[in-house]
């Protein structure tokens, strides 16, 4: 869980991979591009409740829990 700041890390480095933040209604709320093998995503604009990272070309999806 946090409260708005997550750390997205990956074993390659990327470059410009679009991913995109769903709720649990799978409406998206935010979207941005990877860039490197860490980048941190920022939601503290968001409601606490649980959001679903989805990292485009992947069927990698990541539980986000923010308090």
Not at 36 to 49: A, D, R, Y
Request: charged share 15%; aromatic share 8%; hydrophobic share 35%.
């Amino acid at each position: 869980p946090s409260s708005g700041t997550f750390t997205f890390s990956t074993v390659r480095n990327l470059h410009h991979v679009l991913y995109t933040v769903n709720d649990q209604l799978g409406r998206a709320v935010a979207t941005g591009y990877l860039e490197g093998n860490s980048q941190e995503v920022h939601l503290e604009h968001l409601e606490t409740g649980i959001y679903f990272l989805r990292v485009s070309g992947s069927n990698q999806v990541t539980k986000l829990v923010k308090e």
